[in-house]
C-alpha cells in the first residue's frame, strides 16, 4: 500500500540528512518514509531480517525522559544490525556546561548519527549547525516530527491514503504535536482542524509557513476555538496531555481550561462514524481522553505505539545509509 505515489527511487536524498521538522521535506519524500516504513514492518512480521546499518552507531542524547522514543530508536538500530548508545544529561558533558557545538564535534567523531530528545528547539538547530553527522529531533517543545510520521503511517495503514483525509485535534494547540500534526497534514494534503482555547493555540508563525506549503499540496488549515466545529466530518481524531513535559505545575489550571475539550464518546458523535483516533501516549484517561474513546472500537493508539519503531526504522535507515 503505498500513501503517495512513489515515481522513482529518492533513497539518494536523504542520505546524511538532518531530521528537524517535517517542513524541511517534501510531499514526495515524507510519502517515501511512510511507504518504506510499511515494507520494513511487512518484512519484520515475514521474519525477514534487513540488516541496512551493520557497523552503524546511533548515539541518542535524552534531556527529557521517554519510553516509546527510546525503545523504537534503540531496537529499530538493532534490527537494522547496528548500535545504539544511550546518554542522559548526566551522562555527558553536555549536562555540566560544555557547549552544544563542541558536543556536536565530538560526537561526530564516534558516532553515524545522533537522536536528541529535548527541551528548546533550537538546541536541536545548533547541534545540527556543528554535526557533521545526521542529526534526528526525538522531540523538542516545539516540534515532534518522529511521533507524527508514525501517526501519519498509521492512517494510511487504516485508511489507504492521507490526501483528503480530514483531521482534528482538540486539546493544547501550542504544543511539539499539534506543531509536527499541522506540518505533516499540510504537506501531504490533509486537511486539519484544530481546537484549543484562546491562549493555547498553535503558533502563528507554524501556521502561516504550513499554509504556504497548503497552497501546493490542497490542504486546507483551521483554528478554532469551537471542538464540535473542528470534530465535524472528521476522519482521524487526535489529542494529547494537558500538560506536557515542564507545564506539570500548571496542571489544575489547564485541567479548567481544557475540560471542555474532552474528547469523549458525545464529542465524537460529530466525527465520521468510522474515524480512528490517534495519541501518542502517555494519556490520561479521564482528563484528555474518556476511557470509552481510548479504549473503543474507533482506538489505534497500541498500533499508533508499535508503528514508532517501524517509522523510525525507515527515518535511521535512509539518512544514515551510504
Given at each position: 500500500?503505498?500513501?503517495i505515489?512513489?515515481?522513482?527511487?529518492?533513497?539518494?536524498?536523504f542520505?546524511?540528512?538532518?531530521?528537524?521538522?517535517?517542513?524541511?521535506?517534501?510531499?514526495?519524500?515524507?510519502?517515501?518514509?511512510?511507504?518504506?516504513?510499511?515494507?520494513?514492518?511487512h518484512?519484520?512480521?515475514?521474519?525477514?531480517?534487513?540488516?541496512?546499518?551493520?557497523?552503524?552507531t546511533?548515539?541518542?542524547?535524552?534531556?527529557?525522559?521517554?519510553?516509546?522514543?527510546?525503545?523504537?530508536?534503540?531496537?529499530?538500530?538493532?534490527?537494522?544490525?547496528?548500535?545504539?548508545?544511550?546518554?542522559?544529561?548526566?551522562?555527558?558533558?553536555?549536562?555540566?556546561?560544555?557547549?552544544?557545538?563542541?558536543?556536536a564535534?565530538?560526537l561526530?567523531?564516534?558516532?553515524?548519527?545522533?537522536?536528541?530528545?529535548?527541551?528548546?528547539?533550537?538546541?536541536?538547530?545548533?547541534?545540527?549547525?556543528?554535526?557533521?553527522?545526521?542529526?534526528?529531533?526525538?522531540?523538542?517543545?516545539?516540534?515532534?516530527?518522529?511521533?507524527?510520521?508514525?501517526?501519519?503511517?498509521?492512517?494510511?495503514?487504516?485508511?489507504?491514503?492521507l490526501?483528503?483525509?480530514?483531521?482534528?485535534?482538540?486539546?493544547?494547540?501550542?504544543?511539539?504535536?499539534?506543531?509536527s500534526?499541522?506540518?505533516?497534514?499540510?504537506l501531504?494534503?490533509?486537511?486539519?482542524?484544530?481546537?484549543?482555547?484562546?491562549?493555547?493555540?498553535?503558533k502563528?508563525?507554524?501556521?502561516?509557513?504550513?499554509?504556504?506549503?497548503?497552497?501546493?499540496?490542497?490542504?486546507?488549515?483551521?483554528?478554532?476555538?469551537?471542538?464540535?466545529?473542528?470534530?465535524?466530518?472528521?476522519?482521524?481524531?487526535?489529542?494529547d496531555?494537558?500538560?506536557?513535559?515542564?507545564d506539570?505545575?500548571?496542571?489544575?489550571e489547564?485541567?479548567?481550561?481544557?475540560?471542555?475539550?474532552?474528547?469523549?464518546?458525545?464529542?465524537?458523535?460529530?466525527?465520521?462514524?468510522?474515524?480512528?483516533?490517534?495519541?501518542?501516549?502517555?494519556?490520561?484517561?479521564?482528563?484528555?481522553?474518556?476511557?470509552?474513546?481510548?479504549?473503543?472500537?474507533?482506538?489505534?493508539?497500541?498500533?499508533?505505539?508499535?508503528?514508532?519503531?517501524?517509522?523510525?526504522?525507515?527515518?535511521?535507515?535512509?539518512?544514515?545509509?551510504?
Amino acid at each position: 500500500m503505498q500513501s503517495i505515489e512513489k515515481v522513482k527511487d529518492i533513497r539518494p536524498s536523504f542520505i546524511g540528512r538532518d531530521f528537524l521538522t517535517l517542513a524541511d521535506f517534501t510531499e514526495e519524500e515524507i510519502g517515501y518514509l511512510i511507504d518504506e516504513a510499511i515494507s520494513l514492518k511487512h518484512k519484520q512480521k515475514q521474519g525477514i531480517e534487513h540488516k541496512f546499518l551493520k557497523g552503524k552507531t546511533l548515539g541518542m542524547i535524552f534531556e527529557k525522559s521517554s519510553t516509546r522514543t527510546r525503545l523504537s530508536f534503540e531496537i529499530g538500530m538493532k534490527q537494522l544490525g547496528g548500535d545504539a548508545i544511550f546518554l542522559s544529561s548526566r551522562d555527558i558533558q553536555l549536562g555540566r556546561g560544555e557547549s552544544i557545538a563542541d558536543t556536536a564535534k565530538v560526537l561526530s567523531r564516534y558516532v553515524d548519527g545522533i537522536m536528541i530528545r529535548t527541551f528548546a528547539h533550537e538546541k536541536v538547530e545548533e547541534l545540527a549547525q556543528h554535526a557533521t553527522v545526521p542529526i534526528i529531533n526525538g522531540l523538542t517543545d516545539d516540534h515532534h516530527p518522529a511521533q507524527v510520521l508514525a501517526d501519519l503511517m498509521t492512517i494510511v495503514e487504516n485508511k489507504g491514503k492521507l490526501k483528503g483525509l480530514k483531521l482534528c485535534f482538540v486539546g493544547d494547540g501550542n504544543n511539539n504535536m499539534t506543531h509536527s500534526l499541522i506540518e505533516g497534514a499540510a504537506l501531504t494534503g490533509m486537511n486539519i482542524s484544530v481546537a484549543s482555547p484562546s491562549g493555547y493555540q498553535p503558533k502563528s508563525t507554524i501556521v502561516s509557513n504550513a499554509k504556504r506549503i497548503a497552497v501546493k499540496t490542497g490542504s486546507t488549515i483551521e483554528v478554532t476555538e469551537d471542538p464540535v466545529t473542528a470534530i465535524e466530518g472528521a476522519d482521524v481524531v487526535v489529542t494529547d496531555v494537558w500538560a506536557s513535559m515542564g507545564d506539570e505545575g500548571q496542571m489544575e489550571e489547564r485541567c479548567t481550561v481544557f475540560s471542555p475539550y474532552q474528547v469523549n464518546d458525545e464529542l465524537c458523535k460529530h466525527a465520521n462514524k468510522n474515524f480512528i483516533f490517534l495519541h501518542c501516549l502517555p494519556a490520561h484517561r479521564g482528563e484528555e481522553v474518556d476511557t470509552t474513546v481510548i479504549d473503543g472500537v474507533h482506538s489505534v493508539v497500541f498500533d499508533e505505539a508499535e508503528n514508532r519503531l517501524h517509522a523510525q526504522k525507515a527515518l535511521l535507515w535512509l539518512t544514515m545509509s551510504n
